[in-house]
């Protein structure tokens, strides 16, 4: 009963929680720049693409583990019918180096009555002092020095990639809230002209009643009332949807933050975008080495070049040699040269079939990604230049559209004023309302082009920073 009671006083405070969120945006418009700020700050996905960055970083704390001394204690005994067979001790503390050079100290200790002669110690034990080198294939890289400048490399990937994401998570978030813009000034646009067209319906009412205008202008004025109903009607369902898709992005806290109803888009977005995104003129330059996907590039040609060296180095043959001094822990500070313990290691594959194999296909992993970064080098830069090609065009037929709406907003006040003077008819006033209502809605649409060729841009230059 206790457990189900503080499941839902739990439940209680996470719905009192995400609707004191959602009522902590203050009525009024939500700035664009507002609204990034809480995607880059708060959205799941952003926080993901940075969970990247850190991977890389325990990735490389992985990789340097490798380097890290360790020490080894081995301790095997037999005892039978009051017979000690053997006490064997074998301890020894390692130090790895970067050139795969290793230093060695043991200490080694054996008793009983049957030893291995190999194994004797003396009474006190034996101690030990050396050094194991690879001569040929490891010297100078080996897969511990690899794996550690790939893991270097990884990190700068790992930033890279981090950004990549961002920004396409910024994309997306700023298209849903163009495409909230756009339905919320259409919505505003029909409302505002099926306020004018059930005025216009009650005036010519009243005029019909007075004898002035035939009763047929009822009609043509009530069926612009239905058709402006409708096309309201669609357009706050495309609100609707535009809305929720927007509350996507829309978190704080780890919370999910749902609109309020006097939540409104910003009204002069046109001037504040560019800025915003960075994609002016003097904001938006070519890729250089500098943008993310090309850094990514770059730093996988890097961890491939590691592997084709670590490749060649494997052509080499395997010679590894060890000294070892060895001396009684009473006197290990004289020195006896004579007593020592030495190894060589050596093989060597006849045909190195396995070996060019690997690195004949690690260079043309290489050349394939240098081709790729060429590629994509010119395709970054062709797809700038495009959008801002596109931009400059959007801004024209902007200045057009605009002229256009200025005109017919003109002719439809010129043909309400014949209107007033007996002069006109019903029927002329709707067609020209009808076509000043596709010329504004041309206008909206035109600037959500501007808006999301801008996102664009700003999703290709990928600088979410």
């Not at 080499?316 to 006896?336: F, H, Q």
């Amino acid at each position: 009963m206790m457990r189900q009671l503080l499941h839902i006083a739990t439940l209680l405070c996470l719905l009192f929680a995400a609707s004191g969120l959602s009522q902590g945006l203050p009525p009024g418009e939500l700035t664009f720049d507002e609204y990034l700020g809480y995607v880059k700050k708060y959205h799941p996905l952003v926080k993901q693409a940075n969970l990247e960055v850190n991977k890389a970083q325990a990735g490389l704390m992985a990789a340097r583990g490798a380097f890290d001394p360790k020490l080894e204690v081995d301790f095997d005994k037999k005892q039978f019918k009051d017979k000690e067979y053997y006490s064997l001790l074998n301890s020894s503390f390692k130090i790895p180096t970067w050139y795969g050079i290793e230093v060695k100290a043991a200490f080694d200790n054996s008793e009983g009555l049957y030893v291995n002669p190999q194994n004797v110690t003396p009474n006190s034990g034996l101690t030990s002092l050396g050094v194991s080198v690879p001569v040929g294939q490891g010297l100078f890289i080996n897969q511990r020095m690899a794996d550690l400048r790939s893991a270097r490399l990884q990190v700068q990937l790992s930033q890279a990639a981090r950004k990549l994401q961002a920004a396409e998570v910024l994309y997306n978030a700023s298209v849903a809230y163009f495409n909230w813009k756009k339905a919320f000034d259409e919505a505003t646009l029909y409302n505002s002209y099926l306020a004018a067209a059930r005025e216009r319906y009650k005036g010519v009412s009243g005029l019909i009643a007075l004898g002035d205008k035939p009763a047929i202008d009822s009609v043509e004025t009530g069926i612009t009332v239905r058709n402006r109903e409708l096309g309201l009607l669609d357009a706050n369902l495309k609100l609707a949807k535009a809305k929720l898709e927007m509350e996507n992005f829309l978190w704080i806290e780890n919370v999910p933050v749902a609109l309020a109803d006097g939540i409104i888009p910003e009204k002069e977005l046109q001037s504040s975008l560019q800025e915003t995104l960075k994609t002016n003129s003097l904001s938006a330059t070519p890729a250089n080495d500098d943008h993310p996907k090309l850094q990514s590039l770059q730093n996988k040609l890097a961890i491939l070049e590691v592997e084709r060296r670590l490749k060649a180095n494997m052509l080499l043959p395997k010679l590894n040699l060890s000294y070892n001094y060895l001396s009684e822990p009473s006197y290990i500070d004289n020195y006896r040269f004579e007593d020592y313990k030495i190894g060589l290691n050596f093989s060597f594959p006849l045909f190195l079939r396995k070996e060019r194999g690997a690195l004949a296909l690690s260079k043309f992993k290489l050349q394939d990604t240098q081709y790729e970064l060429d590629f994509e080098r010119i395709r970054l830069n062709n797809k700038i230049r495009a959008q801002q090609t596109e931009i400059e065009s959007l801004q024209k037929q902007q200045l057009v559209i605009n002229r256009l709406v200025a005109d017919y907003t003109t002719m439809v006040k010129s043909e309400e004023r014949l209107f007033s003077f007996g002069e006109s008819s019903v029927f002329l006033i709707n067609s020209r309302e009808n076509s000043l209502i596709s010329a504004m809605l041309q206008q909206i649409a035109n600037q959500n082009r501007f808006f999301i060729s801008n996102a664009e841009l700003f999703r290709t230059m990928a600088n979410p920073d």
